[in-house]
């Protein structure tokens, strides 16, 4: 590419314009920007002004004034890049849909400009980057504001919401703020002394034009001026084209009234039209250019070497060659607008799919639905459509406003919707408040209770009330859920320490249970019943006292329950009396181990035993009755006889049953 520009816009070694062939030619290569920096306006006072140079113009009036709209907008770009050579720079960092970024997106693009780029060459990036990130912001506070209010009434509550991105969003933005700031005193200080300079200059080629001077020291003069010129610096970009066009003024004067060596200024003149005709040739090329943006940018260079670098031609040709470049420059402006009105055609494709966006909020905002799970799925709805706005990108700035306007206000309208719906459940959410303030109460009035095999069952009942107790107000429901847990952690962590103080006798009574086993197998029986059965009740009573061992090595009592098997199998005691003491024994160890749930089974089953076989005695009993009706008395009598003995064996079987239960609620008694 640096090798075409050459090509297209070569320069001999000359310096009868002040600048050399590579000098220009860097100017040619440096990038400008069609957008105006607008901050420094009053970097200097007001100076006295002499006549301007105008340009020629055409003979319709309409398009001469948009052709010298569009060479104002050149110039007044040109102007500011003079300014700050620093601006030049922003063509190269992309100009993102920063609309369509989401907030924490919006923050890492900020952060990433400050830190790496200069910092007026980011203005109208970080501009857009604070457009769109507060109007995001904003619109999140509303909401959340709305949510306060709905759920607080006290009105001397202010409402507060602290949003961490928005803290260093307003880090790095005051970075920006504070280089700029620094980087404006700077460049403010220089600015008006090379004002100083360049006006100083001018005044010195108004004088002369003085027909008694030698014209040699004149010439000398001339081209020491013009050398100061060329080397006079930066100066405030409202004062750059009234400058300019006074110093071309009397420059073109000086060649026009002076009585000058006719062959030097020819020369001069010849220079500088080849030079502006390479300038005309190369326009004509960047009007072929696919890359329309880069072609103005470097359009708007062309301009600039133009107005600083070339000096004036002859009369003859002076209107020609001006009408020539800024007839191309019109061209290429025009293709810049068709550009523009393409990417205006996608704002208003964006701007359809944003309308369609709120019409569908506005339809949620009137379905009516009564559940919170349903609500939920309401409020998804929304967070999708709002990504998707989010992320619609641009619409036509004249609607912009209209257009986020009307979003807020659909999302507002659900927002009120849903709230009146919450509204209505409030009143539920402080009655469940009520009840789960009277469950910490409890909870904290037996947190300190050490009668662990009363206070357990009903610390784990407080729990399991809790759970069915629904959704109390967000504002209270962090702290009693606090208060609830540490009253709770606090019992059980007692319990904790008491079992773990219960364990060591549990490991203890293991270990005689254990040893007593041997004793037990290596016992006989005498054969007197009586001594024998005392002497079984007292092994019996004797295991009991050892107390309760480890529940993961309570298979030792299946052992003795064996050993006991036996011994009554032995002793030759009646199959009531031997399931009556094994039933016993062994609701006695349930009993010490505390566990209510097996004794409230083994209630439940013996009562359905019961009425089990009571409701067999009566059917047997009604059979009796059926066959006492029969003819047949030989079968009659062998049928009954049968009858009679099952209803004997049921009735017994009935005596154990109820012996069972009794037994069981005499033991719950206790």
Not at 63 to 90: C, F, G, H, P, W
Not at 113 to 138: D, G, P, Q, W
Request: hydrophobic letters at 35%; proline letters at 2%.
């Amino acid at each position: 590419m640096l090798e075409e520009k050459n090509d297209n816009l070569s320069i001999q070694e000359n310096e009868t314009d002040g600048k050399t062939a590579n000098e220009l030619q860097e100017a040619v290569l440096s990038e400008v920007s069609v957008d105006a920096e607008n901050e420094i306006n009053d970097a200097v006072a007001e100076e006295n002004t002499v006549k301007p140079v105008s340009e020629p113009v055409t003979s319709s009036e309409s398009t001469a004034d948009e052709k010298q709209n569009v060479l104002d907008a050149i110039a007044e770009t040109n102007a500011e890049e003079s300014e700050d050579e620093t601006l030049k720079e922003r063509h190269d960092i992309p100009m993102l849909d920063y609309e369509a970024l989401p907030m924490d997106k919006l923050v890492d693009e900020l952060k990433n400009l400050v830190t790496n780029e200069k910092v007026m060459s980011i203005k109208e990036h970080v501009e857009e980057i604070r457009k769109a990130f507060l109007a995001k912001y904003n619109h999140l506070i509303e909401e959340k504001r709305e949510e306060f209010n709905q759920e607080n009434q006290d009105p001397n509550e202010e409402f507060q919401y602290h949003f961490p991105l928005k803290s260093k969003f307003d880090q790095y933005y005051t970075i920006y703020k504070d280089n700029k700031n620094t980087h404006f005193k700077s460049l403010q200080s220089n600015l008006k002394s090379n004002l100083e300079v360049r006006l100083a200059i001018v005044e010195e080629l108004k004088e002369l034009i003085n027909p008694q001077a030698n014209i040699k020291d004149t010439l000398n003069h001339f081209n020491e001026l013009r050398d100061r010129w060329k080397n006079a610096g930066s100066i405030p970009k409202d004062k750059y084209n009234h400058v300019w066009n006074n110093y071309h003024f009397h420059v073109e004067n000086f060649y026009d009234y002076l009585h000058l060596d006719r062959e030097a200024r020819d020369i001069d003149f010849k220079y500088n039209l080849e030079q502006k005709q390479k300038i005309v040739a190369r326009v004509e090329e960047l009007l072929k250019e696919a890359d329309i943006n880069k072609a103005f940018r470097e359009l708007q260079d062309l301009h600039r070497i133009w107005k600083e670098d070339i000096g004036p031609v002859s009369r003859e040709h002076r209107d020609e060659i001006w009408n020539q470049f800024s007839e191309l420059t019109k061209k290429m402006h025009d293709k810049r607008e068709i550009l523009f009105e393409n990417l205006r055609g996608t704002e208003l494709e964006n701007l359809e799919k944003k309308k369609e966006i709120i019409a569908k909020i506005e339809v949620l905002a009137t379905e009516k639905v009564n559940a919170h799970s349903q609500w939920l799925a309401q409020i998804e709805k929304v967070e999708a459509l709002r990504s998707e706005f989010f992320s619609a990108g641009k619409v036509p700035s004249d609607v912009n406003e209209a257009t986020w306007a009307a979003f807020k206000t659909a999302v507002r309208n659900f927002n009120s919707f849903k709230n009146s719906f919450y509204k209505d459940i409030k009143k539920d959410q402080n009655d469940n408040l009520n009840k789960k303030i009277a469950l910490v109460k409890k909870a904290k009035e037996l947190q300190e209770s050490v009668d662990f095999a009363s206070t357990t069952p009903i610390m784990k009942q407080i729990q399991e009330d809790w759970k069915k107790i629904g959704h109390v107000p967000r504002k209270y429901s962090d702290k009693i859920w606090n208060e609830f847990r540490e009253a709770c952690n606090h019992y059980f962590d007692k319990l904790k320490e008491h079992k773990n103080v219960e364990n060591a006798d549990e490991v203890e009574a293991f270990d005689k249970k254990k040893a007593y086993l041997e004793t037990l197998r290596e016992f006989q029986l005498t054969g007197d019943h009586k001594t024998d059965l005392d002497a079984i009740k007292l092994h019996i009573e004797t295991w009991k006292n050892f107390g309760k061992v480890p529940f993961p090595r309570r298979h030792i009592e299946g052992k003795f329950n064996k050993i006991l098997d036996a011994l009554f199998e032995k002793l030759s005691l009646s199959k009531k009396d031997t399931e009556i003491m094994r039933f016993s024994n062994r609701m006695e160890n349930l009993s010490e181990s505390n566990d209510t749930r097996k004794l409230d089974n083994e209630k439940i089953f013996l009562m359905r035993k019961i009425e089990e076989v009571q409701n067999e005695i009566f059917q047997l009993e009604n059979n009796i009755q059926f066959f006492a009706n029969t003819k047949n008395s030989k079968k009659e009598n062998s049928i009954v006889l049968e009858v009679r003995k099952n209803i004997a064996i049921h009735k017994e079987s009935l005596d154990v049953w109820k012996e069972k239960l009794k037994q069981l609620r005499n033991l719950n008694q206790e």
